[in-house]
C-alpha cells in the first residue's frame, strides 16, 4: 500500500489538520470538510487507479509470476471479485481520457465511473465519440438521472447490443433462501430491474399500510420483512392450486393436544424438525386445517383422522364483512392480509362462531399470542 499511495501526489491531497479534534471546529466548517474529504478520497481513488493502468501495461507484476488480479489478491488482500473490478476499472479509465480526467479532479465519484465504464461495453466507439456529454451528465445529475440517460444512450447507439446488455442483467438474477443458525432463515439474492421493481412495489405497498398506524416499533427492514411473509402468506392461502393438483401449499406443525390447551410446554415442531413455542403453536391453530393423529408411546401411530378446516369458508366471509379488516386500534389492513383470531381459543373451549371470532393481521396475530396484547374480548 505504501508503494501505490506514498510520495507527493498522495500528500498533496491530504490536510495537515486532518487530526484537528473535532470539537474545536464549527458547524459550518465541519461540514466542509467531510464534502472536502470525500472530494479528496475520490482523488486517491483515481490515482490509485491510474497507478494500477501503469503496473498492468508495464506488466510489472510477471516476475513474479502474478495476474494483475494475483497481484492485487497478493499484495494488497483484495478478493477475487475486488480485484477483478480494480482491473477492469484502471484499463477502462486508461482508454476512455473524459472519464479519467473527471475522476482525477473528483468530479465524478466511483459509483458514477462504473455506470459510465459499463455503458462503454455496448459501443466503444461511440462512448468515445460522446464520452464527454456523458461525464457532463453524470457530473451534474443525481445516480438515478445519470443511469436513466445511459440507458437511453444506450439504446440511441445500439438496441440490439442495448438488449443483450439487459439479458444479462436478467440472466445474473439469483435468490438464495436457506436454514440458518437458530432457526433463522437467510435471504440473499439479485433480481433484474423489472423483477426487483416489481418486488420493491409490492413490499412498499404492503409496508404503506404499516406507516399509517401510529407508534409501529419496527424498523424498516423489519417490516420488510414482515411484509415479504405476507406476500407468501396469502399465495399459500388464495394463490393458484392448479399447479399442485388442487391442494394448497401448507405448513405441517406437530403438536400435543395438551399443549394447544396450555396443559403443558413440550416442544412443538415445523415439518422439517424447527423447534417453535408453543404459543406459536396456538396462533398457527387458530386459522389452520387440523388433523388428528392418535398414538402409542413416542413413535407408534394408532390412527389418523380426516382433516378438519377450523374456520370454514362461509365462516370467514361473514367475519370479512363484519370486520373488514384488522380489528387492532389504528390498524388498517385489510382482510385478505389478515387471520381468523379465536377469542377463546377452538382448543380451550372456544366456539368456532362468529362471536368467538376477530380478524387479525398477521402481526397483531402473532403479538395477540406472543406479543405484548393480551387477548382481546
Known sequence: MTTLLGGPVAGSLLEEDDGLPLDLIGDTELNDRYVGL????????????????????????EPDHFTAEAFLQNRVGDSGRAARR????????????????????GEIDR????MLLASSRVSPD?????QSMLV???????????HQALEYWKQHVDREAADADREHL????????APALGGMVRVDGELDPVGGKTVLLALRALTD???????????????RADALVDLCSDHMVHGDTTETGGSRPGMVVTVALDVLQGRAVAPCELEDGTVIAPETARRIACDAGVSRVLTKGESEILDVGRASRVVPAALRRALALRDKGCTHPG?????????????VHWADGGETSLANLVLLCRRHHRMAHEGALRRLE
Open 38 to 61: 470525500r472530494r479528496r478520497l475520490t482523488r486517491l481513488e483515481a490515482e490509485a487507479a491510474r497507478i494500477l493502468a501503469e503496473i498492468d501495461r508495464r506488466r510489472s507484476f
Open 86 to 105: 480494480n482491473v477492469a476499472e484502471a484499463r477502462g479509465l486508461d482508454e476512455y481520457a473524459a472519464v479519467r480526467e473527471a475522476f482525477a479532479a
Open 111 to 114: 459509483p458514477r465511473v462504473a
Open 126 to 130: 461511440h462512448f468515445r465519440r460522446d
Open 136 to 146: 457532463e451528465t453524470a457530473m451534474s445529475q443525481s445516480m438515478a438521472a445519470t
Open 170 to 177: 436478467y440472466r445474473r438474477r439469483h435468490l438464495h433462501v
Open 209 to 223: 399500510y404499516t406507516n399509517l398506524e401510529p407508534g409501529d416499533p419496527r424498523t424498516p427492514g423489519q417490516r
Open 331 to 343: 390498524c388498517t389492513r385489510p382482510h385478505h392480509w389478515c387471520d381468523a383470531h379465536h377469542i
